[in-house]
């Protein structure tokens, strides 16, 4: 966590939507007390229900088994309680089960077991953060500001199957390409949703999720874009408590912020022309239940999905069929097919009609197009895993030496630091050794994955965390006193994987095979550190920050496109 520019120290105790929940309390209350009559906005973005998914112990096991029935027992259940609530028409349709999503009756006890801990984790912390979420409404009551205070609450998209057909108790083989096998998941069952895992769930409680849609987060059916707006203004909306059925979007938020504040949109800012704001304002909608539709199109595309929804049609493609979990595959688009969904009638699309409407469809995807071009969706990309790992890549160019100085080179975002994945490198540094010092010379990553390297019991090592429990250790031997070079140097044999050498003055004192390397990233919000390991731990061999307590002035990271990195000396001027 950042306050404005500076990182606050890490809390393994404390849960980040608490902090933020506190924050958000400990700012209005000051912009309260200092000046009362100015307004303000905020945005308070919660992590959850994204994964990793986390909560209190205490809220896991207010829901040990609520979900024994499964996803689709849980899906019909949701659709009872949704149309109770007339958060959905009662016409409304479930659609049928995913084909790749088994069905629950079957599955061993084990897989039950599994896959029900990873709902109630789940559960538990959307009840944790609505609790949150509760502690900044009751202060703005609290202070007088509630009744006149605009408040919205969304989430960005359906809920996330890229979970896979076993969930992960490390989120990060998701992000690598990878999908988590079962042994792995259950040898973690009993600490799932605690601090030692970074779990998702089962793609079939993201289906249930997404009750009644189809499909989830990447799609563009509506299980992967049809999401909650609670609008809360009594001074502003005399409603309460009622349902609205516009069709309206994410954009359409900051125009109605803008409208309720009595702010008009400028055209140029401080000398610089601003875009266009295309969203539509929600504001004839908040005392009129039944006023026509102001929005007329939507175009939508992620990961090569597409849609257009006009005046209640929509057409849309799950491109290649290519489900969430499948993320390291690169497929073609010709033979991508759409279907067509009268949506004002058929609120859970679950009737295509595009063989019986082709006009409707080709028109359409015309209008599709025409959006696409508009704002720049096209070309379409359909490489998400590669394109992730050349992150790095665009923002280096042609840059092979990074030099990290100490003490200030700490907490920097990973795709900020130098960028070895998959190639050739070396990590390099001078230090004059007294011969009692101990640390972290650099570390990138945590306990999901990454690379440290470190002295400790006068050793030299070098730990590279793959994953489950699989790390890639070199140690020298005991080092010498005085001024002393030190380097890890990795040669590449393969695409993402290669040998590991460790070197001390010159001299190779370790090697070790990587056969299994990172492809896009090692964790979500570890950084990138010298001198210290910050947030979790990369290596199980040392606890805690370990900060090294010697004299360390500055690491080199080299990298090359070719399999090796020629050797050269040091600078002769630091240790």
Request: charged residues 25%; aromatic residues 12%.
């Amino acid at each position: 966590m950042w306050n404005d520019h500076s990182p606050e120290p890490y809390h393994k105790s404390v849960h980040l939507d608490q902090d933020l929940a506190d924050r958000a309390i400990e700012w209005i209350t000051g912009h309260k007390s200092i000046k009362p009559d100015l307004p303000f906005m905020m945005l308070w973005a919660s992590g959850s229900m994204h994964s990793p998914h986390h909560a209190p112990d205490s809220f896991i096991d207010k829901y040990k088994g609520k979900f024994d029935m499964g996803w689709d027992v849980a899906r019909e259940q949701i659709l009872v309680q949704q149309k109770a609530l007339a958060i959905v028409p009662e016409n409304t349709v479930l659609t049928e089960r995913i084909d790749a999503i088994p069905a629950w009756d079957p599955l061993p006890d084990e897989e039950k077991a599994l896959y029900a801990r990873q709902m109630e984790v789940f559960a538990a912390q959307m009840e944790w953060v609505d609790l949150q979420i509760g502690r900044v409404v009751a202060e703005l009551e609290r202070i007088g500001e509630l009744d006149n205070t605009l408040i919205f609450v969304t989430s960005d998209n359906g809920a996330s199957g890229e979970g896979g057909l076993a969930g992960t108790f490390n989120e990060t083989y998701v992000l690598n390409g990878l999908q988590t096998d079962l042994e792995s998941n259950l040898r973690h069952l009993d600490d799932w949703g605690r601090e030692n895992t970074y779990p998702h769930y089962h793609a079939g409680w993201a289906m249930a999720g997404n009750t009644p849609f189809r499909y989830f987060k990447q799609s563009e059916h509506r299980g992967g874009q049809a999401d909650h707006l609670v609008v809360h203004w009594p001074n502003g909306i005399e409603a309460k408590g009622e349902i609205r059925n516009q069709y309206h979007h994410i954009s359409d938020i900051a125009p109605t912020i803008m409208q309720a504040a009595g702010i008009e949109v400028p055209e140029e800012y401080n000398g610089v022309p601003q875009q266009p704001m295309d969203g539509i304002s929600l504001m004839y909608s908040f005392d009129d239940a039944d006023a026509p539709n102001r929005k007329q199109r939507q175009y939508y595309e992620m990961f090569g999905n597409r849609a257009i929804w006009v005046d209640g049609w929509k057409a849309v493609t799950l491109h290649a069929k290519r489900m969430p979990w499948d993320v390291n595959v690169v497929l073609p688009f010709e033979n991508d097919e759409w279907e067509l969904y009268h949506v004002a009638e058929d609120f859970s699309e679950s009737t295509n009609l595009a063989a019986e409407n082709p006009e409707k469809l080709q028109e359409l995807i015309e209008i599709f197009d025409d959006e696409a071009w508009k704002y720049n969706v096209y070309p379409l990309y359909d490489d998400m895993i590669a394109r992730l790992g050349a992150q790095q890549d665009r923002l280096f160019g042609d840059q092979s030496e990074f030099v990290y100085f100490s003490p200030g080179a700490v907490r920097i975002a990973e795709k900020s630091s130098a960028p070895v994945k998959n190639r050739a490198h070396t990590i390099e540094t001078r230090i004059d050794l007294r011969g009692d010092e101990e640390g972290v010379i650099v570390a990138v990553g945590g306990m999901t994955g990454g690379y440290t390297m470190f002295i400790k019991d006068h050793r030299l090592y070098y730990d590279y965390n793959f994953l489950d429990g699989v790390h890639y250790v070199l140690r020298s031997s005991p080092l010498p006193t005085g001024v002393t070079e030190l380097k890890f140097n990795f040669i590449k044999t393969r695409e993402f994987g290669g040998d590991g050498e460790l070197y001390v003055n010159g001299e190779k004192v370790d090697e070790i095979e990587m056969p299994q390397m990172h492809i896009a990233t090692y964790s979500l919000a570890e950084t990138f550190d010298i001198g210290r390991d910050t947030g979790t731990q990369v290596s199980d061999l040392y606890s805690g920050i370990f900060k090294f307590d010697g004299k360390l002035d500055r690491v080199i990271i080299t990298v090359s496109d070719e399999n090796t990195v020629p050797p050269r000396k040091l600078p002769a001027n630091y240790y």
